[in-house]
Nanobody
Framework: VQLQASGGGLVQPGGSLRLSCTASGKIFRINTMGWYRQAPGKQRELVASITSGGSTNYPDFPERRFTISRDNAENTVYLQMNSLRPEDTAVYYC?????????WGQGTLVTVSS
C-alpha cells in the first residue's frame, strides 16, 4: 500500500488550503483514513479521521476550521483547511488503517505565514 499526499504550501494567515491523499494497492474496504500533523519540536497529533462508512473524528479542534472528507471509489481523503493560523504550520501526514495494518504517507508541508 502506498499513500501519496499533495496540496501543501505557503499560505497567508486567514487563508485556505486543501490537502489530498490517494491510497493505492491492496486496501481492505473497511478502513479509516486520517490526517496527522507534526510541528517542529512537537509530537505528531491527529487532526481528523474518517471511516469508510463516513464517520468523522476531530479530537482536539473544537472550532471546525478543518473538514475531512473522502471518496471511497478513488481511495482518496481530503482535508479542507480554512482560517489558517501560523500555529497550523506543520508537516501534515496522511494515514490509512485497516485490520492490524497502519500506513503513512510521505508528509506535505503547510506553512502559514505573512
Amino acid at each position: 500500500v502506498q499513500l501519496q499526499a499533495s496540496g501543501g504550501g505557503l499560505v497567508q494567515p486567514g487563508g485556505s488550503l486543501r490537502l489530498s491523499c490517494t491510497a493505492s494497492g491492496k486496501i481492505f474496504r473497511i478502513n479509516t483514513m486520517g490526517w496527522y500533523r507534526q510541528a517542529p519540536g512537537k509530537q505528531r497529533e491527529l487532526v481528523a479521521s474518517i471511516t469508510s462508512g463516513g464517520s468523522t473524528n476531530y479530537p482536539d479542534f473544537p472550532e471546525r476550521r478543518f473538514t475531512i472528507s473522502r471518496d471511497n471509489a478513488e481511495n482518496t481523503v481530503y482535508l479542507q483547511m480554512n482560517s489558517l493560523r501560523p500555529e497550523d504550520t506543520a508537516v501534515y501526514y496522511c494515514n490509512l488503517k485497516f485490520l492490524r495494518y497502519n500506513f503513512w504517507g510521505q508528509g506535505t508541508l503547510v506553512t502559514v505565514s505573512s
